[in-house]
């Protein structure tokens, strides 16, 4: 059963650092995706940022909101991936869901597993 | 970048009834459309993927439809659980944008 299981949230003030975490299993993270997706309380849902295997070899892509702030990463020894956000601002406080894409070149990505979500508050 | 607009933002509805929710992409996008569904303190589901594809446990009343820059969500008789906020998003080029949402209420 794949399973991905968000953590690392909390209360943060504007301007410092949170890292969420992701650990998944149930399949081979080592050969997969995974995507961050965010929603702010009330509202719609908005693309984060997507981490590619290790396979290819290509940077993390991340939406203009975050990039430059926010970086993506895994550990694939423990199948772990990871949201570092930096330089925190108000408009960051959402619920953060990690997500495990499929890909196919005939339908691009589509997020078939998703984990539980966890929230982020950025407040002073 | 593509952006993505639904419409409406929310329609109220009865059970058993037919609901269209509409997806336009400001850029043409072939068939690279997922449809998601998400209730209140829930993590989204996959609904539809690539326009069309129901994904494997979803209801056939749920239907996608369209290519390039308009694209239909149609649920045909509509059930209690269905009542709850759908997405669309754009799966290829990055970034993978979703559309604001389209909340389905009890009439």
């Known amino acids: 059963e794949v399973q991905l299981v968000e953590s690392g949230g909390g209360l943060v003030q504007p301007g410092r650092s949170l890292r969420l975490s992701c650990l998944t299993s149930?399949?081979?993270?080592?050969?997969?995706?995974l995507s961050w997706v965010r929603q702010a309380p009330g509202k719609g849902l908005e693309w984060v940022g997507l981490?590619?295997?290790?396979?290819?070899?290509?940077?993390?892509k991340y939406a203009a909101s975050v990039k430059g702030r926010f970086t993506i990463s895994r550990d694939d020894s423990k199948s772990i991936a990871y949201l570092q956000m930096n330089s925190l601002k108000t408009e960051d406080t959402a619920v953060y869901f990690c997500?495990?894409?499929?890909?196919?070149?005939?339908?691009?990505?589509?997020?078939?597993?998703w984990g539980q979500g966890v929230l982020v508050t950025v407040s002073s | 970048d593509i952006q993505m607009t639904q419409s409406p933002s929310s329609l109220s509805a009865s059970v058993g009834d037919r609901v269209t929710i509409i997806c336009r992409a400001s850029q043409n996008i072939n068939n690279y459309l997922n449809w998601y569904q998400q209730k209140p303190g829930k993590a989204p589901k996959l609904l539809i993927y690539g326009t069309s594809n129901l994904q494997s446990g979803v209801p056939s009343r749920f239907r996608g439809s369209g290519s390039g820059t308009d694209f239909t969500l149609t649920i045909s008789g509509l059930q209690p659980e269905d009542f709850a906020t759908y997405f669309c998003q754009k799966s290829y080029s990055f970034p993978l944008t979703f559309g604001g949402g389209t909340k389905v209420e009890i009439k």
């Open positions: 149930g399949f081979t993270f080592a050969d997969n995706s």
């Open positions: 997500a495990k894409p499929s890909y196919d070149y005939l339908t691009g990505y589509f997020h078939d597993y």
């Open positions: 981490i590619r295997s290790n396979i290819y070899g290509e940077a993390p």
